[in-house]
């Protein structure tokens, strides 16, 4: 459970509350496909997504409410598929 008022942060270890961050603990790498849903999901639906381009939306955010918020060097490259 994700209690209301908190930050979702992807990338980046935060010290303090939406703060306090390290460039040296940043993720170095590519995401692609994020997507929250208010559920779990099987163990066969994300192997099955996992092989898909096409593999949903989540119901909480979707990846392109992700890539409207990207901050300092983020890169924004075109997907493969």
């Known amino acids: 459970m994700i209690r209301g008022g908190g930050l979702?942060?992807?990338?980046?270890?935060?010290?303090?509350?939406?703060g306090s961050f390290d460039a040296n603990q940043s993720f170095m790498g590519e995401m692609t496909g994020v997507n929250i849903?208010?559920?779990?999901?099987?163990d066969q639906e994300i192997m099955r997504m996992s092989k898909s381009c096409l593999t949903g939306e989540g119901n909480v955010y979707q990846w392109?409410?992700?890539?409207?918020?990207?901050?300092?060097?983020?890169q924004i490259i075109k997907p493969s598929c």
Do not use: I, T
């Open 64 to 74: 392109r409410d992700f890539k409207a918020h990207v901050k300092d060097s983020v």
């Open 8 to 18: 979702l942060v992807l990338g980046q270890e935060q010290d303090s509350h939406g």
């Open 37 to 42: 849903w208010d559920h779990a999901k099987k």
